[in-house]
């Protein structure tokens, strides 16, 4: 079998694999995607099983097989089988862990158990490179209109609060007409900070189009590497949860890595304005001061 090597672990860090192919999945050809089922189906023996046999069970061909491999990122089946068979093996070392809780608050308890599981399929995702690119923009914005819909609106009012404890010029419009109007007003010198979790919502992606017109620069978080908005960005940021599909996205729509990406991104943009963001949230804090009770 073949040796994982450091830079396979460096580009496909453990326990990122599965959560990769999930979230490339919808934007693969129809025939990559029965590929790509597969590999989700039967992660546990993937490793077992020929490039042919995985065609076989698509109901494809092995060059499709290979194709797939490639399209989700990897140098071919080979490389892929292993990276699976590895992180299968993580999951079933995770999964033998016993749970001490039981009864209505068993489901709680699950959650966080389940979020704590997925980090590393949460960072496997996130290209770091981009959230310096992310950074640098909302630092040099003259103004950034975070734009957000459905249950991700919550983390729109979030991000702005944050924005301007920081010092800079941030906002967010609930009623989406408004949205676009805003959007169409910004600058080549702004930036719209888009959050969308299946990013494949129509309207936020009228909203894009209304800030791309303006010529401003584009921001998407998103569980999505090739989803509508992600395409349509200038700067994109992925992160979700490794076991969900879109249509967990839909029904069970867990903003979780969404949540903690921002304010991972907030805290890079306060390190990255220095003087000037520790000034503004320390003005932010002395007017907190005078709400807080003893």
């Known amino acids: 079998m073949n040796v994982v090597s450091d830079h396979a672990t460096r580009e496909h860090p453990v326990g990122g694999v599965v959560a990769r192919i999930r979230s490339l999945k919808p934007e693969l050809v129809p025939a990559e995607q029965q590929v790509a089922e597969v590999l989700l ?11 042919g046999q995985v065609a076989e069970l698509a109901g494809t061909s092995r060059a499709t097989v290979v194709r797939a491999a490639q399209s989700l990122g990897f140098s071919g089946y080979q490389q892929l089988r292993v990276l699976l068979a590895r992180d299968a093996a993580l999951a079933e070392q995770r999964a033998t862990t016993p749970t001490e809780v039981e009864g209505t608050a068993a489901a709680a308890v699950a959650r966080f158990k389940q979020v704590a599981e997925a980090v590393p399929g949460m960072l496997a995702l996130l290209d770091l490179d981009s959230v310096n690119r992310a950074v640098v923009a909302l630092a040099d914005a003259g ?152």
């Open 143 to 294: 103004r950034v209109q975070v734009v957000a819909g459905g249950l991700s609106q919550s983390l729109a009012v979030d991000a702005v609060a944050r924005l301007q404890r920081l010092g800079i010029d941030a906002q967010a419009q609930t009623d989406q007409i408004q949205q676009q109007i805003c959007a169409r007003l910004l600058t080549p010198q702004d930036v719209a900070l888009v959050i969308s979790g299946s990013g494949r919502n129509q309207s936020t992606m009228q909203v894009v189009d209304a800030a791309q017109a303006a010529g401003a620069q584009v921001i998407v978080v998103t569980a999505f590497a090739r989803s509508p908005l992600a395409l349509l960005a200038d700067v994109c940021l992925v992160v979700g949860m490794p076991a969900a599909s879109f249509g967990d996205e839909l029904t069970d729509t867990s903003r979780i890595p969404q949540v903690i990406l921002i304010e991972g991104l907030m805290a890079s943009l306060r390190m990255h304005l220095g003087e000037r963001g520790s000034r503004a949230l320390a003005l932010a804090l002395e007017e907190v001061s005078g709400h807080v009770d003893e």
């Open 41 to 51: 189906d039967r992660q546990s023996d993937v490793v077992e099983l020929t490039s």
